[in-house]
């Protein structure tokens, strides 16, 4: 009945809503006034660049797309999680190992929390993590070249959902599993979840320097699904929150089985000491195996390692370093305050926000004020750590973010709307509809100590009308609220490609300037690179055949080859010899099982070619490199396994 | 004098500047370049104003058939100008020396700068007959053959000061930092002449007359 009167009142919201919408016409013009000074708000004029960088998830893509803030320009998909025939990521030779997994070459994820590295809380723009959910992988992405650096493949957990947050100062990136399994896996019954199935939550640390990533330990936490998280920061610093559902441990028509607790946890890790502990020689080193990817910037490169164990830790085994927070009514999103003091869990089945204090949990926790337990993890009771509730008169809230000025703004997705609130005095402030059903929302900096609170960007599940119309298929859509004001106000709106789930901006400024321009030829290390055209060749090793080639505008050195046969296994090393800022060359070969390439100045890429006839068969450059792109191609004579036509390459003769 | 003298010892060492600064430059932008080419010409070579300038405007130039442009070594030039600065610098130094002692008169603050001046004016027509060279000899196999209006082939001889439109690029060719230390070095001496001459008694044989009773 209570959830009734929210839905009836929620209605009752966006009816005034549409009428104020409506009576605005009446009121002299000054709809038409308000338009065109959003219109120039959002307004990026020919030549200028716009003021943030917003990178979203692509979810199922498996990639992130850079759009510009206010304009919701589209600048540029990163390929993370999936192959990626645009440059040959994932179908290129140095590229194909960051796919690679303990199940072999995976070549797609679903891409769900970018989060930029941080400093003393504050965007440091070095790097960009980001969850695979479906095979569970964080990746490290450099914000310098845009490109995925290193893939590191999570042991014991299925569906890495509450991932991939980073700590303050990026001493880790935490993951947590969302589909609790048996650990380590094994064959048993099903419905034998309850008790047996583990939730394992994982600390990956971060080298400063190199951001190298090392898989320090895995929490093994009761079978509860963890759904989303945020560290702590400032006083908070130390801490890790997760929200969790299905505390009930259900197995089956979980809709249902898994939403009958009136309150789930959020639980708070103090990893600072179980990191502690795992260095003291703590933890139960455990027979598992993932995989570890890394690209390297100057071989142009990547190498898989398959690792072998994993070091786990069993939270009752660290007494005073995790407790549980009783939240309503099945909690999804998690988010810190820039204070690190409000820890706000969203009930998705709920109306309200519940907001726990760290200053409340600590005293509660040193109070000793338990409220049982659960797999031996002290619960705390709800009222000693409620700072406060939100009544908000929406419907399903989800994901909070920041302003520099002491608010919150909440996204609701059934009632489609973001929500201004008070922190301190959870009052509601302002309301503005989203077009439909909101997920996530993001201010540059918002999950950060320092939020850049000038537009906030929502991302909407559902487009219906908002654009026209493509099929029964088609992107999502985002809005782009104004809130340097009282009242946020709705300014723009555009599509956004796969499905954004999360995203995270940085003022322009901060990346901009160290965004690099092209990779130094004298510093390409890569085994086959040539690094002037006088030392183009082609070897043949037996069936193998290795095209050393050098490209520049506008033709392949050597781009006359004879000797190949049918069955050839024919590698192109293709090194780019331009040092000029945005003069790709691409290599495509007719009939060839792969991707092109599409190779930067500097840069070495390799394409493998298996030839299945004769003929002479050509290739050619895929990117309209300069006036004589066209010209730039050559030729490969194919002759029969047994011929004997000898191996020969030439330009020019 | 003495005063003249000092400034026709400072005048010459500004030419120092040459070693450190280049003479000339020469900028290319286009509308695919919104930062443009450049190209810095000191006396002893050509440096790109940016890392990789030189190879990509060596680049852009193949196609119309225009040579790469010179290493120190390939030009004569570049070996000679930095001798010939130096000798001049040291010249100049020493004339405003003996100046100073007063051994010699204010008429020599003016030979040097005249002979400087005699040398800018021939390193200049030198120059300009590279660029010449450079822009219209060009490889009879050029990818782009193009011709003027009237039906003469298009030579890409770069401005000698001041800007030009060349097909897609606008050229700007402008003294350099090198360029203005040897104006205002010269114009010291210059200057050292004028207040030489001014402070001087009516006739030379006066002066001397004057310091002998020193």
């Known amino acids: ?653 | 004098m003495k005063r003249a003298s000092i400034l026709m010892i400072i005048g010459p060492l500004f030419l120092l500047g040459l070693y450190f600064f280049p003479l000339w430059n020469i900028m290319l932008g286009a509308p695919q370049y919104p930062e443009p080419l450049g190209m810095d010409i000191y006396i002893d070579g050509i440096k790109g104003a940016n890392e990789f300038d030189i190879q990509n405007i060596d680049g852009l130039n193949h196609y119309i058939g225009m040579r790469k442009l010179p290493k120190p070594e390939e030009m004569w030039e570049f070996g000679t100008f930095p001798i010939v600065i130096g000798i001049m610098v040291g010249l100049g130094v020493l004339i405003g020396i003996l100046g100073f002692a007063g051994k010699i008169s204010y008429i020599w603050f003016l030979g040097w700068f005249v002979l400087m001046s005699i040398l800018g004016v021939m390193g200049m027509y030198d120059f300009n007959a590279w660029m010449v060279d450079y822009g219209t000899n060009l490889d009879p196999n050029a990818i782009m053959k193009l011709a003027n209006p009237d039906g003469t082939p298009m030579s890409y001889k770069p401005p000698l000061f001041g800007h030009a439109k060349m097909l897609n690029f606008d050229v700007t060719s402008l003294p350099a930092a090198g360029a203005w230390a040897m104006f205002i070095g010269m114009c010291l001496t210059l200057a050292a002449f004028y207040i030489g001459w001014k402070k001087a008694p009516k006739s030379d044989t006066s002066l001397t007359k004057k310091y002998a009773t020193q």
């Open chain 1, 1 to 653: 009945m209570k959830k009734y009167n929210y839905f009836i009142s929620a209605l009752m919201v966006s009816a005034l809503l549409l009428t104020s919408c409506g009576n605005q016409n009446g009121n002299g013009g000054s709809n038409s006034a308000l338009a065109s000074n959003n219109a120039e708000k959002v307004y990026v004029a020919p030549g200028e660049q716009d003021e943030f960088y917003a990178f979203m998830s692509g979810g199922y893509s498996g990639n992130i797309t850079v759009y510009g803030l206010p304009s919701g320009r589209l600048f540029k998909e990163i390929p993370v999680f999936s192959q990626f025939p645009t440059s040959g990521y994932g179908y290129s030779e140095e590229t194909k190992p960051m796919l690679n997994t303990s199940f072999g070459f995976v070549p797609w994820d679903d891409a769900h929390h970018p989060d930029i590295s941080q400093t003393n809380g504050e965007l440091d723009g070095r790097w960009i993590f980001i969850n695979g959910n479906n095979t569970p992988r964080i990746a490290r992405v450099s914000l310098s070249t845009f490109e995925t650096e290193e893939i590191i493949e999570l042991p014991n957990s299925a569906g890495n959902h509450s991932s991939s947050f980073i700590t303050e100062n990026t001493e880790y990136v935490v993951a947590g599993t969302r589909f609790s399994v048996p650990v380590p896996q094994r064959d048993m019954p099903i419905n034998e979840y309850k008790g047996n199935f583990k939730g394992a939550l994982s600390f990956i640390s971060i080298a400063p320097d190199t951001g190298r990533l090392n898989l320090d330990f895995q929490m093994m936490m009761p079978g509860f699904n963890y759904d989303l998280s945020h560290p702590g920061r400032g006083k908070s610093h130390g801490w890790f929150f997760f929200t969790t559902y299905n505390t009930e441990e259900a197995n089956s028509l979980m809709e249902v089985n898994s939403s009958q607790n009136d309150k789930d946890f959020i639980a708070a890790v103090n990893w600072k000491m179980i990191a502690e502990y795992v260095k003291n020689g703590g933890g139960t080193k455990m027979a598992t195996e993932y995989a570890h990817n890394v690209y390297d910037e100057h071989t142009h490169s990547a190498t898989s390692t398959m690792k072998k164990e994993v070091i786990t830790v069993d939270p009752t085994k660290v007494p005073g370093a995790v407790f549980f927070l009783p939240t309503p009514k099945s909690p999804h999103g998690c988010d810190v305050d820039p204070s690190g003091q409000y820890i706000i869990g969203n009930g998705k089945l709920s109306a309200d926000l519940t907001i726990h204090s760290f200053d409340k949990m600590i005293a509660a926790i040193e109070g000793k004020k338990f409220d049982g337990e659960a797999y031996g993890i002290p619960i705390l009771k709800f009222e000693d750590v409620l700072a406060g509730t939100v009544k908000s008169g929406g419907l399903g809230p989800l994901h909070t973010e920041f302003d520099d000025k002491g608010n919150a703004y909440t996204t609701f997705f059934i009632s489609s709307e973001v929500v201004k609130w008070k922190l301190g005095t959870w009052e509601v402030l302002d309301r503005q509809p989203t077009f439909y059903s909101v997920g996530h929302l993001m201010i540059p900096g918002g999950n950060s100590r320092k939020p850049f609170g000038k537009y906030v960007v929502a991302m909407n599940k559902i487009t219906k009308d908002r654009y026209l119309p493509t099929g029964p298929e088609m992107e999502h859509s985002a809005q782009l609220y104004d809130i340097s004001g009282d009242k946020m106000e709705l300014i723009y709106d555009f599509p956004t490609h796969g499905e954004p789930h999360y995203a995270a901006g940085i003022p322009a400024e901060l990346l901009a300037p160290k965004s690099k321009k092209i990779y130094r030829l004298d510093d390409n290390k890569h085994p086959f690179a040539v690094t002037s055209p006088d030392q183009a060749k082609v070897v043949r090793e037996g069936k193998e055949v290795h095209v050393y080639m050098s490209t520049i505008r506008s033709h392949f050195t050597p781009d006359n080859i004879e000797g190949i046969k049918v069955g050839d296994k024919v590698y192109f090393h293709i090194t780019n010899h331009e040092q000029d800022f945005d003069v790709p060359h691409g290599f495509a070969m007719i009939g060839q099982n792969t991707s092109e390439l599409l190779i930067m100045p500097g840069q070495t890429k390799t394409s493998l070619w298996e030839p299945k006839k004769v003929g002479v068969w050509p290739f050619y450059c895929t990117d309209f490199c300069s006036a004589l792109h066209q010209e730039m191609q050559g030729y490969v004579r194919v002759s029969p396994a047994d011929s004997d036509v000898p191996l020969t390459y030439t330009l020019g003769e």
